[in-house]
């Protein structure tokens, strides 16, 4: 079996934990009467995006955010791909998103391999590194359809990647992902059209939904690509959840029909791989 029901969660973050919390198991509940397979939450859904916010949300795992949304996979019976949350190990603190099977068991997670460091003139400053280090792990998980890359937001950037988790074997490559309002409106749609034809795969981004009196707005916008480059489905800017089947026998069709990845010329250009 191969055809994969996505479920894409895009909600509005608030200041409190708990509400964030108790809004993603409402919304998880509600998309699950669907039946996806696999839900996707937002990045940082449970934390308002601001590096001072970091720490004070952060919790190590198996802690109460943790046990919570382990409980929410198994409950639905759905793989749950949650997002990100503010991770603490020791003293330092991650930006992670956890993977639970139906089982609500931990199968992975990807701690954000690179950091947001930003400052657009007279639009956008933002330093991820003043509070969060990074991940050092490219991030493929097992399904029994198959393999799925994860990455974070500003990871989705380096094309390197992603080549790296299709080389692992994932057909699709999920991204919880906070572009703002500079970013959003100029690269959002073309990054995941292009990660998706360069690696022919299907692309996957989940946003939290746009709040104009927040200190950081998201664009919005989640989305499912094809390999083919294709928009599937898209949400708007407001708070919303879809489900939308992908078939991931498409991928090897695609993959057959225009063999770019067998075509690489790995004898003149140096590998990426390790």
Not at 58 to 74: M, T, V
Not at 234 to 255: A, G, M, Q, S, W
Request: aromatic fraction near 10%; include cysteine; proline fraction near 4%.
């Amino acid at each position: 079996m191969r055809e994969l029901k996505i479920g894409l969660i895009q909600m509005k973050v608030c200041d409190n934990k708990e509400q964030n919390l108790m809004k993603a198991s409402q919304l998880v509940s509600k998309i699950s009467i669907e039946k996806p397979d696999i839900v996707i939450l937002p990045e940082m859904f449970s934390c308002p995006y601001a590096s001072c916010n970091f720490p004070i949300y952060a919790e190590e795992e198996k802690g109460k955010s943790f046990n919570f949304l382990s409980n929410l996979a198994k409950t639905n019976n759905i793989y749950l791909v949650a997002g990100s949350i503010p991770e603490k190990e020791g003293n330092k603190i991650y930006n992670t998103s956890y993977v639970f099977n139906r089982q609500g068991e931990k199968i992975e997670k990807h701690r954000k391999m690179h950091l947001f460091d930003i400052d657009i003139k007279n639009k956008q400053k933002f330093k991820e590194s003043d509070t969060l280090s990074a991940g050092n792990k490219v991030t493929v998980f097992d399904t029994e359809f198959g393999k799925i890359g994860l990455c974070i937001c500003y990871d989705f950037r380096f094309p390197e990647l992603s080549r790296l988790m299709v080389d692992k074997g994932a057909k699709a490559i999920i991204v919880p992902a906070s572009f703002n309002l500079t970013t959003g409106p100029a690269h959002w749609h073309i990054m995941f059209k292009s990660r998706a034809i360069d690696n022919q795969v299907f692309t996957i981004g989940c946003s939290p939904s746009r709040d104009y009196n927040s200190s950081y707005i998201s664009y919005g916008h989640s989305l499912i690509v094809s390999p083919f480059g294709e928009i599937l489905e898209e949400l708007n800017e407001e708070e919303n959840l879809v489900t939308y089947t992908i078939d991931l026998n498409y991928v090897d069709k695609v993959r057959e029909e225009l063999p770019l990845l067998h075509h690489r010329r790995k004898d003149l250009y140096k590998s990426i791989e390790k």
